[in-house]
T-cell receptor, first 120, second 116 residues
Framework: AQKVTQAQTEISVVEKEDVTLDCVYE???????LFWYKQPPSGELVFLIR??????QNEISGRYSWNFQKSTSSFNFTITASQVVDSAVYFC?????????????????FGSGTRLQVQP | GAGVSQSPSNKVTEKGKDVELRCDPI?????LYWYRQSLGQGLEFLIY????????KSGLPSDRFSAERTGGSVSTLTIQRTQQEDSAVYLC??????????????FGPGTRLTVL
């Protein structure tokens, strides 16, 4: 069974602070995908990043960076110099990585989310 | 291009009534998913369609829930004899699964269902 844990329920920071959102996962799959989604107050889930389990290279995209550590089953997300527009609920998610033609469960298993509030 | 669309955006119904929720996936996406987001349960998978394969219904909470996908595109989620615990936001997602498919799910805006 798959499980995603986001232990931080809510984080409040002041604008321009750096903030890290933690994500720990459990899976028996040998290959899998990890995701981060953002849910702003408007409600729509916005895709941020997908990481393959066989690629442990960290990634940076502007103010966002992701640290994937297979040894600790963690996929943490850091926002540098946070802005008010970053205020949202952030979800970490996990799915089995299935190759073409292979059937299986592609559904996402989500963590409970971390609500980030960035104060001006 | 157009993203995933869902209708209606809000639905208020009385307990015991049936409701239908519609999802229009991104054009060309072969896979379609339904999830439910509620305060107590977070984001839960309901059902998944891929091409002509039998759907994965393993997340449906009861036999009052059903879904179909017509012509490999639009999907309808039906809840019969609604109960108050069915109140939630129902989210639809689609993804492109293929030889080069990224299998990343893109979500629609959701339908907020309120059962009185």
């Amino acid at each position: 069974a798959q499980k995603v844990t986001q232990a931080q329920t809510e984080i409040s920071v002041v604008e321009k602070e750096d903030v890290t959102l933690d994500c720990v996962y459990e899976t028996r799959d040998t290959t899998y995908y990890l995701f981060w989604y953002k849910q702003p107050p408007s409600g729509e889930l916005v895709f941020l990043i997908r990481r393959n389990s066989f690629d442990e290279q960290n990634e940076i995209s502007g103010r966002y960076s992701w640290n994937f550590q297979k040894s600790t089953s963690s996929f943490n997300f850091t926002i540098t110099a946070s802005q008010v527009v970053d205020s949202a609920v952030y979800f970490c998610a996990l799915s089995e990585a299935l190759t073409w033609g292979k059937t299986g469960r592609r559904a996402l298993t989500f963590g409970s989310g971390t609500r980030l509030q960035v104060q001006p | 291009g157009a993203g995933v669309s869902q209708s209606p955006s809000n639905k208020v119904t009385e307990k015991g009534k049936d409701v239908e929720l519609r999802c229009d996936p991104i054009s060309g996406h072969t896979a379609l998913y339904w999830y439910r987001q509620s305060l107590g349960q977070g984001l839960e998978f309901l059902i998944y369609f891929q091409g002509n394969s039998a759907p994965d219904k393993s997340g449906l909470p009861s036999d009052r829930f059903s879904a179909e996908r017509t012509g490999g595109s639009v999907s309808t989620l039906t809840i019969q004899r609604t109960q108050q615990e069915d109140s939630a936001v129902y989210l639809c997602a689609s993804s492109l699964i293929g030889r080069g498919g990224r299998d990343t799910q893109y979500f629609g805006p959701g339908t907020r269902l309120t059962v009185l």
